[in-house]
C-alpha cells in the first residue's frame, strides 16, 4: 500500500498545498497527522476523489435536468385562461326618471 505526504497527496489531487492541508485539517481529506506530517494512503485518496467525482455529477446532472425543465416550460404555449367573471350587464339610462329627494 502507497502512502503520500501532503506534497503528494496534493499533487495527485492536483490541488495546492494549501488547500489540500485545509482539506485535511477540516477532516474532508482522509489522513492521518503522525508526529508532524500527514500521511494519506494511496486507496483512501482514490476513494476521496471518486466520492467528489460523484456528488459533483449529480449536482451537475440536477442542475441540466432542471434547466432543461425550465426551457420546455418556457417553449410549451401556455393554456388560454377563460375568465369566469361575467360580463358587465348594460343597464338603461336612468337620466329622467330618478327622483330628486
Do not use: H
Amino acid at each position: 500500500m502507497k502512502t503520500y505526504d501532503i506534497n503528494e497527496a496534493a499533487d495527485f489531487l492536483k490541488v495546492d498545498r494549501s488547500t489540500a492541508l485545509d482539506l485535511a485539517n477540516l477532516g474532508s481529506l482522509p489522513g492521518a497527522k503522525v508526529g508532524r506530517a500527514w500521511v494519506f494512503m494511496e486507496d483512501e485518496l482514490v476513494a476521496y476523489l471518486r466520492d467528489i467525482t460523484r456528488k459533483q455529477t449529480q449536482v451537475r446532472r440536477a442542475n441540466a435536468e432542471a434547466a432543461q425543465c425550465l426551457e420546455r416550460a418556457e417553449r410549451e404555449p401556455k393554456p388560454l385562461q377563460r375568465s369566469r367573471r361575467r360580463p358587465v350587464p348594460e343597464l338603461p339610462e336612468l337620466g329622467s326618471q330618478v327622483a330628486s329627494t
